[in-house]
């Protein structure tokens, strides 16, 4: 059966995904209001409904607050598009387009449900000529996917007549297999930190282009976070990478789907977090840092800098940067739950459902002939993409920002060193423990034990090291300023204060009118 979605597969999936995230991003301004609401211990925005107001018959349906991630669209649309003077006009409208387009470009490489095997007939009018099957082949094949067998066999018998003339001899059956994403690069990891890692330049240049002081220091902070964070983030991710010796997003998420026994029975999945929990947890913060979002989003302090690298920014090109801090969350979160949670794995359900997985092969349990299998991976992949943002809001109405010393510490002499410990321990393990036969190969429940060991120890060694080792220098410590408060202070040059006044004396003190000149 040829369905709609196998004869182009990546050009629907594609449509979809797109609709689907940037449609999310706008109420993912909802939700982060919601949780706010919720961690305040207050009702948070339920007014806005569909109708807007204006429309008869939904004027007095709220629908939960569900129009107002429309009405604050609408209010960006018609805002005025303000633009300072001095600024560089170019790099002032390119910036706000970077971010986005970076977003959507990464999106391209998440493994949404697995592979799909579809089997289709072609008519070949003779199954002996080479140039017939191979034009049937590049014809009916879609682009991206794997043929992975042929065959022939007899065209059904025609009725007499004209249509027995032209009626072909021979079926191909050709059975060929896509991955349910929109394009399968065996370094899909290596593509998605390169690619985030330029929304920096969005910030940067919008800062720079601003011409305001606060602006510019706004994107010099970003260019330090980057740079700083992006260090534990890589050697994160490289854990997971020697763990399974490929770079390929898609088989990182297929090599999770299976599970550890217990007693002889299949009970815990096979998801990297129960494996490396510490990686897990550099991970989840370094994405907050790469995301700029609190406690690490010194790159728009508004105490601080007013706004940011986007203070002078209004209209839509503020919203592009708004939208594209969400849809980094939601690209970043897909990834942390690829790595680390097994993507569109969800745990039991084909014990429970095995209808539903379609399975071809027992020990390939990504490859599937139900679309629906694929379309159900694909609603959990993006379920577990939601539960990790909704981690990202709380953490932003639970915790404090940090002082910007405190960032660079806390990546230089914490994040770092544990980084580099965890990547050498990640080797260590692999090379005693890991399998040889690198295709196929999975974490054992055995070295999913030992890992979890040497995670617990490296965890227990930072907590001794950090009780043994120096502190740090205090960048920002308290400095006593003498009689700071309650007496003179010195003036620079050695001049003299003058003696404070008593309040009766402030009070007793006349001001001299100021004559008024003529003309004035």
């Known amino acids: 059966m040829w369905n709609w979605i196998d004869a182009h597969p990546w050009v629907w999936i594609a449509?979809?995904?797109?609709?689907?995230?940037?449609?999310?991003?706008?109420?993912?301004?909802?939700?982060?209001?919601?949780?706010?609401?919720?961690?305040?211990?207050?009702?948070?925005?339920?007014?806005?409904?569909?109708?807007?107001?204006?429309?008869?018959?939904?004027?007095n349906f709220h629908?939960?607050?569900?129009g107002q991630p429309l009405a604050d669209g609408l209010k960006f649309i018609f805002k005025e598009d303000y633009r300072p003077r001095g600024v560089d006009k170019v790099l002032f409208t390119l910036a706000p387009a970077i971010m986005i387009i970076v977003i959507i470009i990464s999106i391209a490489v998440l493994p949404w449900g697995g592979v799909k095997q579809t089997s289709i007939q072609v008519p070949v009018a003779d199954a002996a000529h080479p140039v017939e099957v191979e034009r049937a082949k590049a014809w009916q094949v879609p682009l991206g996917a794997e043929l992975v067998d042929e065959s022939f066999e007899p065209a059904p018998a025609a009725a007499s007549g004209e249509d027995a003339v032209?009626?072909?001899?021979?079926?191909?059956?050709?059975?060929?297999?896509?991955?349910?994403?929109?394009?399968?690069?065996?370094?899909?990891?290596?593509?998605?930190?390169?690619?985030?890692?330029?929304?920096?330049y969005g910030v940067v240049i919008g800062g720079w282009a601003s011409n305001n002081k606060y602006s510019f220091i706004g994107g010099m902070r970003a260019t330090a976070n980057m740079i700083s964070y992006e260090i534990p983030l890589g050697l994160a991710v490289l854990c997971i990478?020697?763990?399974?010796?490929?770079?390929?997003?898609?088989q990182i998420v297929d090599k999770q789907a299976y599970y550890w026994k217990v007693g002889g029975i299949d009970l815990i999945p096979a998801w990297n977090v129960f494996s490396q929990p510490l990686a897990f947890l550099m991970f989840?913060?370094?994405i907050h840092a790469e995301a700029n979002r609190a406690p690490f989003d010194l790159a728009e302090a508004e105490q601080e800098l007013v706004g940011g690298y986007h203070t002078e920014y209004s209209s839509m090109r503020f919203a592009l940067f708004f939208l594209a801090e969400y849809?980094?969350?939601?690209?970043?979160?897909?990834?942390?739950?690829?790595?680390?949670?097994?993507?569109?794995?969800?745990?039991?359900?084909?014990?429970?459902?095995?209808?539903?997985?379609?399975?071809?092969?027992?020990?390939?349990?990504?490859?599937?002939?139900?679309?629906?299998?694929?379309?159900?991976?694909?609603?959990?992949?993006?379920?577990?993409?939601?539960v990790i943002i909704f981690v990202f809001m709380w953490v932003r109405w639970s915790l404090p920002r940090f002082r910007f010393d405190q960032l660079m510490m806390l990546a230089w002499r914490g994040l770092i060193p544990i980084s580099l410990a965890m990547m050498m321990?990640?080797?260590?393990?692999?090379?005693y423990w890991g399998g040889r036969g690198r295709d196929e190969l999975r974490v054992s429940g055995t070295m999913a034990l030992v890992l979890l060991a040497a995670?617990?120890?490296?965890?227990?060694?930072?907590?001794?090291?950090?009780?043994?080792?120096?502190?740090?220098?205090?960048?920002?410590?308290?400095?006593?300023?003498?009689?700071?408060?309650?007496?003179?202070?010195?003036?620079?040059g050695g001049v003299h204060t003058v003696p404070a006044l008593s309040t009766a004396a402030v009070s007793g003190l006349a001001v001299a009118p100021v004559p008024r000149q003529a003309g004035m």
Not at 241 to 250: I, N
């Open 63 to 66: 629908f939960w607050g569900l």
């Open 455 to 492: 995670n617990a120890g490296l965890l227990v060694l930072t907590v001794v090291a950090a009780a043994v080792l120096p502190a740090p220098p205090e960048t920002n410590r308290r400095v006593r300023v003498s009689n700071s408060r309650f007496a003179r202070t010195p003036v620079p």
């Open 166 to 200: 032209a009626q072909p001899r021979t079926m191909a059956v050709l059975t060929y297999r896509y991955p349910f994403q929109i394009a399968n690069l065996n370094i899909g990891v290596l593509f998605i930190l390169a690619i985030l890692s330029l929304s920096v």
């Open 15 to 59: 449509i979809i995904a797109h609709v689907v995230i940037l449609g999310t991003v706008a109420y993912l301004i909802l939700l982060e209001r919601k949780v706010a609401s919720w961690v305040q211990d207050r009702i948070g925005p339920n007014r806005v409904g569909l109708g807007f107001g204006i429309i008869p018959g939904l004027k």
């Open 327 to 386: 849809a980094g969350m939601i690209t970043m979160s897909a990834v942390c739950v690829a790595l680390f949670f097994g993507g569109w794995h969800l745990p039991w359900i084909d014990k429970l459902w095995p209808a539903l997985a379609g399975n071809v092969d027992a020990m390939h349990p990504e490859i599937t002939t139900s679309l629906l299998a694929c379309v159900v991976r694909a609603i959990v992949f993006f379920a577990k993409t939601l």
């Open 284 to 286: 989840l913060i370094c």
């Open 425 to 431: 321990m990640t080797a260590f393990v692999v090379y």
């Open 241 to 250: 990478v020697v763990m399974f010796g490929s770079l390929d997003l898609a």
